[in-house]
């Protein structure tokens, strides 16, 4: 339980405010009252408390009064009502004007500490999250990359060295990782801004087609070619053009890219006579263009035609300090676009979040998060609404077609992942076992397997298995 919090109790009753600073103050709260509503309304607005535990009848001032102000003055505040007089219409009529939650008199020790045990929970989380928030709102808008590690500050800061010159870069990394969004930051941070940043996904094209696509066509060079059509070199013209998965090319287009980058200038398929082009390229590819080059499938005269500069953009999960501050934008993203009130996770949730391996990195995170949205029905996110691979549920992994191992190394890589979660599933397994043979008595589990009762109950709150008292 998070213990320490200031308290203001606004109660007509000295019995009841007496009780109340009895039993928060033995959880470790600091507890003050007041015995009316307005003394209490300048108490409040004029302390550093956390929660108001307030009562709905008073004979000078009414409960609802006094939130409403405490709703204007103080709207930092966590209003808990605490009422003799509770109904469905006035709670509902407290929470509509801001009150957290409703506790009925009498209550039990229990119901109040667990009442503001919530109050404080949802505090933390909401500053949380919009500590986060505000992170984001930080961030360069021209960048458009979301993160504080390490690993993204290197890239932001070779983004911002490279970006002025014009000079064409090869970005590494695996699928999903963003590259072209740095391929725009590149852009956005150089004097070709204001001209076209056109991006094409090389491998979503057929062979046939790249090449009329890239270099344009004249009217009847070939079947289907009614009229003449540019290719992406020229509208790019002036701007950055961004060319992914350059990889896939076949070799021949190879050369003529090759030709195309040499010489500045483009000759439509079919077409008689080369147009000049101003065009800054920035290429991408999730394959070792080297290894390939020694393989004999990539030329090596584009190879280093293409890789002036280099720039590799780490996976998702070697820079999991991000994790936190991506999975809010693309959650709070997506519940704008789907006008839903959704607007963080619960701790437990996030834990997974980070966790987590994503082998489809940043993509794979966006697209989790929009689905998320699409399914949830509360304001945070829980544990049991994360699919099961990342809760913990099952044993799944998706390596994705763009994924699959491509060295040996890489292939080591991937068992070590599954050795790690079919373990963690099998650690998970072994504590739940431990604690229903002895009826979830943590204590009794501990001895029952052989273990200190703090190791134990350190790896409850590692796989987020709690006691059905605490949760």
């Known amino acids: 339980m998070t213990t320490g919090a200031k308290i203001l ?41 956390e929660i108001v535990l307030l009562d709905l009848r008073m004979p000078d001032m009414g409960g609802l009064d006094v939130l409403e102000v405490l709703r204007r003055e103080r709207p930092d505040l966590t209003v808990v009502i605490i009422t003799g007089y509770a109904t ?10 801001g009150a957290f939650d409703y506790v009925p008199k009498p209550f039990t020790p229990e119901e109040l500490a667990l009442a503001v045990s919530k109050a404080l929970e949802d505090r ?59 391929a725009q930051a590149i852009h956005e941070n150089s004097a070709r801004r204001e001209r076209p940043f056109v991006a094409v996904d090389l ?36 701007g950055t053009l961004f060319l992914d998965e350059v990889s896939n090319i076949s070799y021949e287009l190879q050369g003529k890219l090759l030709r195309v980058l040499e010489s500045r200038s483009v000759q439509p398929v079919g077409g008689q006579t080369a147009r000049e082009v101003d065009v ?10 080297d290894a390939m080059v020694e393989g004999g499938t990539f030329r090596e005269d584009l190879y280093y035609r293409l890789n002036v500069i280099p720039l590799t953009l780490p996976p ?32 437990e949730a996030m834990a997974k979040l980070v966790s987590y391996g994503w082998p ?31 809760s913990g549920g099952t044993i799944s992994v998706d390596l994705g077609s763009d ?28 504590l739940i076992d431990a604690l229903n043979r002895t009826g979830w008595n943590v204590t009794k589990a501990a001895e029952l397997v052989g273990m200190l009762r703090p190791n134990f109950h350190a790896l409850m709150r590692k796989y987020g298995v709690k006691t059905r008292e605490e949760g």
């Open 9 to 49: 109790v606004i109660d007509d009753e000295r019995p009841v405010c007496i009780s109340c600073k009895r039993i928060l103050e033995e959880e470790g709260h600091k507890v003050d009252y007041q015995m009316s509503g307005q003394e209490g309304v300048k108490a409040a607005v004029a302390g550093d408390y």
């Open 88 to 97: 469905i219409q006035t709670s509902i009529e407290a929470i509509k004007k």
């Open 124 to 182: 933390r989380l909401r500053a949380e999250n919009e500590y986060l928030r505000r992170q984001l709102s930080e961030m360069r808008q021209g960048a458009r990359i979301i993160g504080r590690s390490k690993a993204i500050e290197d890239v932001e800061r070779q983004i911002l060295k490279i970006a002025p010159t014009d000079f064409t870069v090869m970005v590494y990394g695996e699928s999903g990782t963003g590259k072209e969004l740095v």
């Open 203 to 238: 491998s979503a094209l057929t062979p046939t087609l790249i090449e009329s696509e890239l270099f344009g066509h004249a009217k009847g060079a070939f079947t289907g070619a009614t009229a003449s059509k540019p290719g992406y070199f020229s509208l790019a013209h002036g």
């Open 280 to 289: 800054r390229v920035v290429a991408a590819t999730n394959k070792a263009l």
């Open 316 to 347: 998702l999960r070697e820079r999991t300090d991000d994790i936190p501050m991506l999975a809010m934008h693309f959650l709070a993203k997506a519940a704008e676009e789907a006008h839903k009130a959704t607007r963080g996770f619960t701790t």
């Open 360 to 390: 489809g990195n940043v993509r794979q995170l966006k697209n989790v998060c929009e689905r998320l949205v699409a399914t949830a029905e509360a304001e945070l996110v829980g544990v049991e609404q994360l699919p099961a691979e990342i």
């Open 403 to 430: 994924a699959v191992p491509q060295t040996a190394d890489e292939l080591k890589e991937v068992k070590r992942k599954l050795k790690d979660m079919v373990y963690a599933q099998v650690e998970k397994d072994f």
